[in-house]
């Protein structure tokens, strides 16, 4: 079964550090999505992409953050200078077609950011 | 603005006895859908349910149910005569035709033996 893939499951980077999390969504999914759940909190909604660009976007997806689909397969989270409250995991989705409205969400297993 | 509510931080139940999880939504969209997922220990994400705003008819798989009851903005989620494999986070999740899902505080259901 088709499935969405992240690495690396655990990153520890410091404080000012440059971050860069790697998603691999199903193979035939159009829609992206990158979420975060701070430990013991809910999941939170950062950005959607689409046909090479963001979609939408939430408020804490400042200009610290950008997503990139570097090739056919990979999609990318970036932080460009961590924070500790940057520590999370973080999750990335993929979905099919929205016509008829939106299909279910199928989420990689997270990478935990730890900023220390 | 589009909310979803889960009123139980934590439940605890013991095997076989049935459960019922609580999720109530506010959206002013006439068009939206509603989700649940679940977030075993392991902490993935796994999804259960999608449930669109025009269909209230409950649904049954297997020793889960859904009831969508949109007079009262409800999508209650049971599980019956559970079983310690159940014990995870679950959330209710909410969205329209953008496909951002606002997602619910989520659940943790305790089962034990």
């Known amino acids: 079964e088709p499935e969405v893939t992240q690495t690396p499951s655990h990153q520890v980077t410091q404080m000012g550090q440059e971050v860069i999390l790697r998603c691999v969504p199903i193979?035939?999914?159009?829609?992206f999505y990158w979420y975060r759940q701070i430990l013991g909190q809910k999941v939170e909604f950062l950005v959607s992409?689409?046909?090479?660009?963001?979609?939408?976007k939430s408020e804490i997806f400042d200009d610290q953050f950008s997503v990139e689909r570097p090739d056919g397969s990979n999609f990318t989270l970036k932080i460009r200078s961590t924070k500790l409250e940057d520590s999370a995991m973080y999750f990335c989705?993929?979905?099919?077609?929205?016509?008829?409205?939106?299909?279910?969400?199928?989420f990689g297993p997270g990478t935990r950011l730890t900023v220390t | 603005a589009q909310k979803v509510t889960q009123a139980q931080t934590e439940i605890s139940v013991v095997e076989k006895e049935d459960v019922t999880l609580d999720c109530v939504y506010e959206t002013r969209d006439t068009t939206y859908y509603l989700f649940w997922y679940k977030q075993p220990p392991s902490g993935e994400l796994v999804f259960l349910i999608r449930r669109n705003s025009f269909d209230e008819q409950n649904e049954i798989s297997g020793r889960y149910s859904w009831n969508f009851q949109k007079s009262t903005s409800s999508f209650n989620f049971t599980i019956t005569a559970s079983q310690v494999v159940d014990s995870a986070v679950y959330f209710c999740a909410l969205t329209s035709n953008t496909g951002k899902l606002i997602f619910g505080q989520g659940t943790t259901l305790q089962v034990k033996p």
């Open positions: 992409f689409y046909n090479n660009e963001i979609s939408e």
């Open positions: 989705a993929s979905s099919s077609v929205l016509a008829g409205g939106p299909y279910e969400q199928y």
């Open positions: 193979s035939n999914h159009l829609y």
